[in-house]
């Protein structure tokens, strides 16, 4: 049995972080819809999902129940191919994509020493890009083969959205290209790795390789304005303008193969959330000193209060089974809290995840924030901004990194 | 036979079948997705033959951008079914002996040559993304950028067009 457990254990790894990583990736994406909704709700002065569960935290099973549930109907006139075939690309591109995202620094488990992440290519980056590229297929196949003009406009939008975006895209990353020289993101995040600097090594302040770095904010600003185009949300969201396209190009699709597209979107929302935190925030590094090791408690500091408070909080909420599973979670992070700070042997190997999931989610929530804030574009203005403001600006800021790196090398 | 071999039979499997479905296909979208197709299943080849930037760069921009246009222009024009004619006289008697001809003498060609095929020399010459822009930007540097040149020209050149007809 072991015997066979190490000799197919080059395969047999990867399927299992395979199957875990999708497991975890789908249950995030369900309860992204939900901070979403509850998020939103609370700029906007409502309370959000409320019903479902204590203080809506059922929602998203309830909405995984209706999706399955509803009638599938198949519009006249669809081209059969296309039309089945977009939702699954969609779904299958945006879910490879996180195959590259390096989520911590390599870890050991029973003497086993693996990678935090499925797959470590050495040309991470590109392929990133690669699937970026082809997932606009996604959403112009399902435009087209819907046979309804409000899913080819919006089908057609996006495709020229995407296609403009893109360039900006991958103009603004450049830059840091040019200081890690790799297209590998665990070396990118190694690269960040100063010591002694913290937070001041990332890209986005660029003292990294012994100061040798140019601060990356232009490019930082770029990639996140066009990453939010690449993903077609709010202010950039006109492939799907409800007021002018009805939904754009899902329009005629119901039930799971909507969920689909949902699903899809809301993955790549966290893989640009994962890139960005990756290229210029330091992925899974500390942004304080590695002196400081006192900052190895911060865990247990975030999750013994929380825990506290939503104990106390749940007890006094309003449904019986609220009072149960309330305090229970409490209990659970104030728990894990306590474990953390008692067990070193615990507590070190989760700082990378903790930092790297800790950025992550203010990335996602700074994403929502904006959909909370910003109206939507015009389709001139988008055009407008893409092509003579934000394309201009990653290509100047090729320029101004690389005059820097030169001029640092030789002086 | 070896993962790398089964690897390889799959994806030019893949190419092939990609390439078939593309003329036999009715429909110019079909067609086009088949070419994407194709394309794909190269970049997995030239993964396997250990050229990974190549590979990237092949989805990046073949699959991608060049694709994405044609099937842009594809739904604009809105083209439907393409109706099949029949044969002309010359395809009839002359086509299918040349297709034929053809077809023998790449096989011919093949044969002749797999006797003695060099193995391939990929492994360090060109593999490394290194290596690839250290050569782009010295020995081939006037090549590189006399086609960069040519892609402006291009680049004006559709601009004028444009401007032209708005005027």
Redesign the interface.
């Known amino acids: 049995m072991s015997d066979f457990l190490s000799q197919y254990a080059f395969i047999l790894i990867p399927i299992v972080k395979v199957v875990i990583l999708v497991f975890l990736v789908l249950t995030v994406d369900a309860y992204l819809t939900l901070l979403e909704r509850k998020v939103i709700a609370h700029i906007q002065a409502r309370w959000g999902p409320y019903r479902v569960g204590p203080h809506g935290l059922l929602q998203p099973l309830a909405d995984g129940v209706k999706f399955i549930l509803k009638e599938d109907p198949l519009p006249q006139g669809v081209d059969k191919k296309a039309y089945f075939f977009a939702p699954f690309l969609t779904l299958m591109l945006s879910l490879t994509s996180l195959a590259v995202i390096p989520f911590g620094p390599d870890i050991t488990i029973f003497g086993h020493k693996t990678y935090l992440g499925v797959a470590d290519v050495n040309i991470s980056l590109l392929v990133l890009f690669a699937i970026t590229a082809l997932s606009v297929y996604g959403v112009a196949l399902a435009g087209w083969g819907s046979n309804n003009k409000y899913s080819l406009l919006g089908g057609l939008r996006s495709s020229a959205q995407m296609i403009s975006y893109e360039l900006a895209m991958t103009l603004s990353v450049v830059g840091v290209l040019l200081m890690a020289g790799t297209f590998s993101l665990k070396q990118i995040v190694e690269m960040q790795h100063t010591g002694n600097l913290g937070i001041l090594g990332w890209n986005l302040f660029g003292f990294s390789r012994d100061g040798f770095g140019f601060t990356q904010i232009i490019g930082c600003v770029c990639f996140f304005i066009a990453a939010i185009a690449e993903t077609n949300r709010i202010p950039f969201d006109l492939p799907e303008a409800e007021s002018e396209l009805v939904a754009g190009y899902h329009t005629e699709y119901a039930s799971m193969k909507f969920a689909m597209f949902f699903i899809g979107e809301y993955t790549a929302m966290i893989t640009v959330s994962c890139l960005s935190t990756i290229l210029f925030f330091g992925g899974w590094l500390s942004p304080f000193p590695a002196t400081w090791t006192f900052t190895h408690y911060l865990p247990s500091v975030l999750l013994i209060p929380i825990g506290l408070w939503v104990f106390f909080d749940g007890i006094r909420y309003e449904t019986i089974f609220g009072r149960i599973i309330l305090p229970a979670i409490g209990t659970a992070l104030t728990v894990i809290g306590v474990v953390l700070a008692r067990f070193p042997a615990i507590n070190e190997p989760i700082q990378g995840p903790f930092w790297f999931l800790l950025k992550v989610f203010a990335v996602l929530f700074f994403y929502i924030w904006m959909r909370g804030t910003l109206p939507r574009f015009r389709y001139d203005q988008l055009m407008d901004f893409g092509w003579k403001f934000l394309l201009p600006l990653s290509i100047a800021n090729v320029v101004i990194t690389s005059a820097y790196l030169i001029w640092r090398m030789n002086g | 036979m070896s993962a790398v071999l089964v690897i390889f039979y799959v994806l030019a499997g893949l190419a092939v079948l990609g390439a078939v479905t593309l003329i036999l296909q009715s429909?110019p979208?079909?067609s086009a997705?088949s070419l994407?197709l194709v394309m794909?299943s190269l970049?997995g080849l030239y993964l396997l033959m250990g050229a990974?930037?190549v590979a990237?760069?092949q989805?990046?921009v073949y699959?991608?951008?060049v694709m994405?246009?044609f099937?842009?222009v594809i739904?604009?024009l809105n083209a439907g079914e393409e109706e099949h004619t029949s044969f002309s006289k010359l395809a009839r008697f002359a086509g299918i002996p040349l297709a034929l001809a053809l077809a023998g003498m790449i096989a011919a060609a093949i044969a002749r040559s797999s006797a003695h095929l060099p193995a391939p020399a990929m492994s360090g010459a060109l593999t490394s993304?290194?290596r690839l822009s250290m050569l782009l930007f010295s020995e081939f540097v006037y090549p590189f950028e006399l086609t960069s040149f040519l892609i402006l020209v291009a680049i004006v050149g559709a601009i004028v067009l444009a401007q032209r007809e708005g005027n």
Request: proline residues 0%.
């Open positions: 429909h979208i079909h997705l994407i794909v970049a990974e930037f990237a760069v989805i990046i699959g991608g951008a994405v246009l099937v842009f739904m604009l993304t290194k």
